[in-house]
């Protein structure tokens, strides 16, 4: 059984680094693992923060016992938005461990901001029955109404992904770091919102302070909610990572297999007109088609 999980890891991780040898990027088994167990415990803490606004519904509000239980009112509704909290921080974290494709917009879209519309689709219906309810005292209404529109708002924009990153920025920037430096290695802090090419230019245009500074991959640094590659790399390589400037040109010019449009997205507009990359990848050649084998010859019967 051992040797069989074992076997099945080692095809998994060849089947992943033959992946990103063809520029797409797959998350390691390991934080795919944790994206997983964070998805589910997600979607746990979301299932009781609903089953609780059910109650605090069907148990206190619809029967007219908010007057006499108006506290544990109160309670239910934080306990409800901690829930939905918790939740939204793990979908986000497990999103940054192993992230959606761009190319389905929709899909894209939909997971990462999953987190606000459950938040969205649990808080309202409450709050219109709050306010709806001519049952409820005035000012128990106003007070547990107020209260769940600021706790419903927070909630939802701690489900909002500002910082959405796509499988394909990981690939794009593993291979703009990668031709620079011959390895998937990057410096950043974890409080920052950049990942720089070396440890000086980390230092010096980054401003991360010695003590924040750490490395990781390209991955690492998504999983760590850094936002982006900085998009003054050229500079960085030129000025501060002594990276020669052929190998500068060569990504620029599409020779990692980028097109123009891949490389733009990591430039400052102002640096994007140094891309000489062509717009779309040439098609590869279909595989030339072997000669179907000639029929063996049989011999006549004696």
């Given at each position: 059984m051992a040797d069989d999980k074992?076997?099945?890891a080692k095809a998994a991780e060849r089947e992943r680094a033959a992946s990103i040898a063809e520029g797409n990027w797959v998350p390691s088994a390991q934080n795919k693992s944790k994206a997983t167990w964070f998805r589910v415990a997600a979607i746990v803490l979301w299932i009781a923060a609903i089953a609780v606004e059910l109650y605090l519904i069907f148990k206190i509000i619809v029967p007219g016992e908010l007057g006499n239980k108006f506290t544990l009112a109160i309670i239910l509704l934080v306990v409800m938005a901690v829930a939905a909290l918790g939740g939204n921080l793990l979908w986000k974290k497990a999103n940054h461990l192993d992230p959606a494709s761009e190319k389905n917009k929709f899909?894209?879209?939909?997971?990462?901001?999953?987190?606000?519309?459950?938040?969205?689709?649990?808080?309202?219906?409450?709050?219109?029955?709050i306010f709806?309810?001519?049952n409820i005292d005035g000012k128990q209404k106003g007070i547990l109404g107020g209260l769940a529109v600021i706790?419903?708002?927070?909630?939802a924009v701690s489900g909002m992904d500002f910082n959405a990153v796509s499988s394909e920025q990981i690939a794009r920037e593993r291979n703009v770091v990668q031709a620079l430096t011959g390895s998937d290695?990057?410096?950043?802090?974890?409080?920052?919102?950049?990942?720089h090419v070396c440890e000086q230019a980390a230092l010096v245009t980054g401003r991360v302070q010695q003590a924040n500074l750490t490395h990781g991959t390209v991955a690492d640094a998504h999983a760590a909610g850094v936002k982006e590659l900085t998009k003054l790399w050229p500079t960085e390589a030129r000025k501060h990572c002594n990276v020669p400037e052929d190998k500068i040109q060569n990504v620029l010019s599409g020779g990692t297999g980028l097109t123009a449009g891949d490389l733009k997205d990591t430039l400052n507009p102002d640096e994007a007109?140094?891309?000489?990359?062509?717009?779309?990848?040439?098609?590869?050649?279909?595989?030339?088609?072997?000669?179907?084998?000639?029929?063996?010859?049989?011999?006549?019967?004696a």
């Open positions: 074992s076997k099945a899909r894209f879209f939909v997971q990462n901001q999953l987190g606000a519309i459950i938040t969205i689709l649990a808080f309202l219906p409450l709050i219109v029955l709806m309810d001519k706790l419903g708002a927070a909630v290695q990057v410096f950043y802090s974890k409080k920052g919102s950049k990942f007109g140094e891309v000489k990359a062509p717009a779309t990848l040439p098609s590869k050649a279909p595989a030339p088609s072997l000669p179907a084998p000639a029929p063996a010859s049989q011999r006549p019967a």
